[in-house]
């Protein structure tokens, strides 16, 4: 059955039935969409882009390994900064998956429709950014096979978590949520799912994708209940935007080093991991819109949005720059001043910090003409731009504060090893080979929802 659906190409709004290509051919959206997952043939390429993720996995894998034999001493972590890359890697995987839950909930809460032909991608680019980011804290704490002592379980030693830790605070955030991350993501292709199943030729196929489907038949009372649970869960992931950044920002703020103990960093860590997340959305579904013809369904229009969510988000974080500049001189703080100072113009990584104020608040001014906000690769290629800059900015956050402490007898420069270089990468890879089983065995695109988005009728304008 056709289905009516409103494209955006070149600037100029066209409907009309079943309107889901460049060429606006007679495919429907649920054929455009579920031929991506039920198709027999597979591309080359996507074998190639699996095999370079798997290469990543495999990196990922070997660190893993001689991390746990040897012991973090393989990293690149001396007296004063014994805070390094686990961390700064953490804090940066958590904030790229921030736009998905953002797209998902709050917009969804907000009813803004243009968030249908992103939200799954954002979805499951945010369930793989988690699970690369819960890696690093407990590689972190040298014995990872002890792990389960953060957890309040009775024992005979009488051991509980410490409360006042922030690695028990990080641990609770972060698998909440992932854990609700995690069943919003599945609620929302309950439909899809029972639409592969009835498509699907393979009965083994058929089978798993009617397992997943829990019995969906499309009936009103199976809408009526699907609609008020995934609002519900949007309901509770929109609190867990704010939250768990926050709780993240927290294990800096609590302590007294100059540059974490600041009250500007929850607010500050918010919105630099929505500005990292929707950078890498931009990364990710760019090249997959254009390669798999999607731009029909995930139009300029989509893309101009996320670069205005950006452009917003950017200027928060420009404010937090301000913010920790203007605080360190009106402070009147000596050390809060030699911070800054170091930070700019004295220390080891000065080209750091203005690495990141090029990538973050610089690369960003051109997002004010539309022009550049419309085109595809001028985006992509600042995506990567501002994804580069929210790791600095992590590893200023970090290192710099630490490597230059209260005390000058205890100074050192900090810089990774191969290990630390090599873990990195290997989750970057695992991310990429999880992106590419996702696009090619699940639907990228939520066909339910796109089918809800009818074009409003002359009259009714």
């Not at 001493?73 to 953490?90: D, Q, T």
């Not at 860590?269 to 798999?292: D, E, N, Q, S």
């Not at 973050?360 to 595809?376: D, E, G, T, V």
């Amino acid at each position: 059955m056709s289905q009516q659906v409103r494209t955006i190409q070149g600037g100029q709004e066209y409907t009309g039935p079943g309107v889901v290509g460049p060429e606006y051919d007679n495919t429907t959206v649920t054929e455009k969409i579920s031929n991506l997952v039920l198709r027999k043939d597979t591309e080359l390429s996507w074998f190639a882009g699996v095999a370079i993720g798997a290469f990543g996995g495999l990196i990922l894998l070997v660190s893993v390994t001689y991390l746990v034999l040897i012991g973090t001493g393989i990293w690149g972590l001396n007296v004063p900064v014994g805070w390094g890359f686990a961390i700064i890697n953490f804090v940066w995987w958590i904030g790229i998956g921030h736009a998905g839950t953002l797209i998902s909930a709050i917009l969804h809460l907000m009813q803004q429709s243009w968030r249908n032909s992103i939200n799954r991608f954002a979805e499951a680019m945010t369930i793989f950014a988690v699970m690369c980011a819960g890696m690093f804290p407990l590689l972190h704490v040298g014995r990872p096979w002890l792990a389960y002592w953060l957890m309040p379980l009775p024992n005979t030693m009488a051991l509980w978590p410490q409360w006042r830790s922030p690695l028990v605070w990080d641990v609770f955030a972060v698998s909440t949520y992932f854990t609700v991350s995690l069943i919003f993501w599945y609620m929302g292709m309950i439909p899809d799912l029972g639409t592969l199943r009835d498509r699907a030729t393979n009965p083994y196929l058929r089978q798993l994708f009617g397992l997943l489907s829990m019995g969906w038949r499309g009936a009103t009372s199976h809408w009526a209940r699907y609609e008020k649970a995934y609002l519900i869960l949007a309901g509770l992931s929109t609190p867990l935007v704010l939250s768990v950044h926050s709780v993240v920002s927290f294990d800096f703020a609590v302590s007294l080093v100059p540059g974490w103990h600041t009250t500007v960093f929850p607010p500050y860590f918010v919105a630099g991991a929505v500005y990292a997340g929707f950078a890498m959305v931009l990364t990710c579904t760019i090249p997959v819109r254009k390669y798999y013809g999607l731009e029909g369904l995930i139009t300029i229009r989509h893309l101009e949005n996320m670069a205005k969510v950006t452009l917003a988000t950017g200027y928060i974080v420009i404010y937090g720059y301000a913010m920790e500049a203007f605080i360190s001189w009106y402070s009147a703080s000596p050390y809060e001043g030699f911070m800054m100072w170091n930070r700019m113009w004295s220390g080891p990584y000065w080209w750091s910090y203005w690495m990141l104020l090029f990538c973050n608040a610089f690369s960003i001014q051109f997002l004010w003409f539309k022009k550049l906000r419309r085109s595809p690769i001028f985006l992509w290629f600042l995506s990567l731009i501002v994804g580069v800059g929210m790791w600095l900015e992590r590893f200023v956050i970090v290192v710099t504060s630490l490597a230059r402490d209260y005390l000058p007898s205890s100074w050192d420069v900090y810089s990774g090893t191969v290990w630390d270089w090599s873990l990195y990468i290997g989750t970057i890879g695992f991310f990429i080979m999880m992106m590419f089983l996702f696009i090619r065995f699940l639907p990228i695109i939520p066909m339910s929802e796109m089918k809800m988005i009818l074009p409003r009728s002359k009259k009714a304008e």
